[in-house]
């Protein structure tokens, strides 16, 4: 059985095969565990870079809000008498 590769899977995901191919690629994933497996594993990495872009984009705004609003930090220094 010939397997689909990561980015003929990616082609897949994203509607980009011509409508054969994305029947061939339906077909062929309901009968290979292995290909199902790795298309999951490439939602997966979707979900994950999602993730990490969010957390970019609030790191980046609280870094903005930061430089606009900086907070003066207290004084704690000590005097010896």
Known sequence: MKHYTKEEL???RHGQMSVL???NCATHLEACEECRNLLEELKSDDDFMKELRSSLML????????E?????LP???????
């Open 10 to 12: 990616e082609l897949y």
């Open 59 to 66: 790191y980046e705004s609280v870094a903005k809000e930061s």
């Open 68 to 72: 606009r609003h900086p907070q003066k």
């Open 21 to 23: 191919g994305r029947i």
């Open 75 to 81: 004084n704690h220094h000590t005097t010896v008498r």
